[in-house]
């Protein structure tokens, strides 16, 4: 994979891994009523089906299934299924064309991530941090407000606006980060929006990207095999 590539899948992970990433510090009326809502899920603690955004963020480990579509500010547009494994600073995100794992997203250390590609059967550095991948996972913010329904899925959205450029050692330019959208339906989160963009060289933001992710099985608290974070084959450096 070329190094350009290899930014456009961040892109489109980021927007999909990103657009979301906090408990909800919406209003204080919202977090009044989630002092009195379900206990958060201890680190490490009680397996959760279906969790609360609270719940979901709390967890240091959490699993699930999802849908990803995107468009790109050129037209261009990306559709993908795929799974989840978040272990702390582990993780792990398969990605799928047609039902056929093409590639996947992993930190086995929790300090580098890397891409892994199947048809080549190679791992390769990303140029992104594992807090980039991860920062859908956690807290993006020191608050968030919600933001109406979601059209498509009759969820609230909870949004967190972040207007911040993240510069990426090794990548030819920065990463906009406009906001990250949580979806909350019946005190469940089922999906996050990201949107964001690469700055021009005046460091003017154009027309966003849009990513978006809808969860399915979503779990937390249940322990994760540690081998699925091994990287399958040997790290080769990107051209």
């Known amino acids: 994979m070329r190094r350009p590539l290899a930014v456009l899948l961040l892109a489109v992970l980021t927007f999909a891994v990103m657009s979301l990433a906090a408990g909800c510090a919406c209003s204080a009326d919202t977090q009044e009523q989630q002092m009195d809502g379900p206990s958060p899920v201890d680190k490490g603690g009680d397996k959760v089906m279906s969790p609360t955004l609270e719940q979901f963020l709390d967890a240091s480990k959490k699993t699930g299934e999802f849908s990803l ?21 582990l993780f792990r995100f398969d990605l799928y064309e047609d039902d056929e794992l093409v590639r996947s997203i992993m930190s086995p250390d929790g300090s580098t991530a890397y891409f892994v590609q199947y048809a080549e059967e190679i791992s390769q550095p990303s140029v992104a941090s594992v807090a980039r991948y991860l920062e859908e996972f956690d807290e993006p913010g020191e608050s968030a407000a919600e933001d109406g329904i979601d059209e498509e899925t009759g969820a609230t959205r909870v949004v967190y606006t972040l207007q911040r450029a993240d510069t990426m050692e090794g990548a030819a330019n920065p990463w906009y980060v406009e906001d990250i959208t949580y979806l909350v339906l019946d005190d469940t989160v089922i999906g996050v929006i ?21 969860f399915s099985n979503v779990e937390v608290g249940a322990d994760i095999d540690p081998a699925l974070f ?9 051209l």
């Open 69 to 89: 579509f995107g468009t790109m500010p050129n037209g261009t547009t990306y559709d993908y299924t795929g799974e989840f494994w978040v272990d702390g600073d």
């Open 194 to 214: 990201s949107r964001g963009a690469a700055p021009e060289e005046d460091g003017s933001v154009g027309e966003l990207e849009v990513s978006r992710r809808l």
């Open 230 to 238: 091994e990287l399958p084959f040997p790290v080769q450096d990107a």
